[in-house]
C-alpha cells in the first residue's frame, strides 16, 4: 500500500462536487495522484533536447559537459520538485521564489558559457515565475524574463532565428501560464461564492420556516393556553357543560395546528427546480458528464404553481438520477423548459432532459419512472420517456399544465 503524502480519500471532490482530474490547480492526496501529474509535466521536458543536443555532439570539453549535465539535471530537479510542492501545499512564497530564482540563474549561466541551444531554459524558466509571482507582477515578471533572456542571446551571439524561435515561445508561454493562473483563481472564488450562495439560501430558508411556525404555533398556543384557563375557571365553578365546551374547542384549535405545522413542514420541504438543479450540476459532474441548461431554467415560468413546480422540481431530479446510473458514456445532459399549447388551447410548461448516452436499451421503466409519472398525474401533467433524437441517448418530457397569467393593475405580468 503506498504512503500518501496527505489524509487521502477515496474520492476526494470539491465542495461543488468537481472531482480532483476536473479542477485545475487543485492539490493531490496520494502519491499516485502526484507521480501521474508530474508523468504529464515531464512530457513538456521535450523541449529540452536542444540543450541534450549540445552536450552529446562533442562541442564541448569534457568539464563543459560534465557542468553542462549537471546544470541540466539541477535544473529538470528544480522544476519538478516546483510542481511537486504546489501540487501537495507543502511549501511557502518564498521557497518558491527561491527555486525560480536559482532556475533563472542556470538560464543565464549556461547560456553564456555554453551557447544558444541552452536559451531553451528561458521558456521554462517564464512559465513557472508565472506561477510563483503575485498576480499583479505576473506579467511585468513574464516580460522581464524575456527581455533578460533577449539580452542574454545578443551576448551569446544568437542569430535571428534562433531569437524568434526563443524569446516569442518563452513570452507566450509564460503569457498562458498567467492567464492559467487568474482562471483557477476566478474557478477557486466562484466555487466559494457557490458554496456561500447555498449556505445562504439553506439559512433563508430555516429562517422561513422559523417564522411560518412561530405565526401558527404563537396564536394557537396562545388560544390554547387560555381556554384551557377557562376550562378550570369552569370546573371549579361546577359548569361542566361550558368546561366540555372549552375542552372540544382546544381539541379543534390542536388539531388544526398539527395541520397547519404539517403543512408549513411539506412545503418547506418540497424541492424547487432552483435547488434540483444546483444539484444535477453537482451530482453529473462528479459522473464526469457536463450539464448544459440555460441560467433562467431556476426561475421557473410565470403561472407555475408551487405543486406543479415542484413536480417538475421530482422530473428534474429523477430524470438526473437515471443520468448519472444508466447514462452509460454519456458526455452532456441538456436540460430545457418550455412551453407547448395543445390543440384544445391548454398550455403546458415542458421539461425535456436528454443525454447523449447509449440509451435505455430494451430494459422496461422502472419504479421511479411509474412514481414520477403517478406524480405528474396528480396536478393534471404527464410523462414522456424513450431514446433521444436520432436515436442516441435518452430523453424524458415531463408536462404540466400552466394557469392564467394575468396582467396586474400597472399592466405588467407578475413573476
Known sequence: MPRTLLPRRADRTTEDGASFRTVPGSTVDNRRQLVVKLAWMSLWMIYLVYPVEDLTDGGHGTAATVAGAVALAVFVVSYLALVARRSTATASAAGNLVTVAGMLALSVGASLTLGPPWLTLFTYTSTCIAVVAPPRYALAAVGGVTGLAFVVALAAHADGSTLAAILLPCFLSGLAMTGLQRLISTMRELREARAAVAHLAASEERLRLARDLHDLLGHSLSLITIKTELAGRFLDAGRQDDARTQVADIEKVARQSLTDVREAVSGFRRPTLAVELAAARTALTTAQITLDAAPELAAGRP?????????????????????????????????????????????????????????????????????????LALVGGRLESGPGLRGRGFRLRASVPVGAVHAGADGRVPE
Do not use: F, I, M, Q
Open 303 to 375: 403561472g407555475l404553481d408551487a405543486e406543479k413546480a415542484g413536480a417538475l422540481a421530482w422530473a428534474l431530479r429523477e430524470a438526473v438520477t437515471n443520468v448519472v446510473r444508466h447514462g452509460t458514456d454519456a458526455t452532456v445532459c441538456t436540460v430545457t423548459l418550455d412551453e407547448s399549447w395543445e390543440a384544445d388551447g391548454a398550455r403546458y410548461a415542458v421539461l425535456e432532459v436528454a443525454d447523449d448516452g447509449r440509451g435505455p436499451g430494451r430494459s422496461a421503466p422502472g419504479n421511479g419512472l411509474s412514481g414520477l409519472s403517478e406524480r
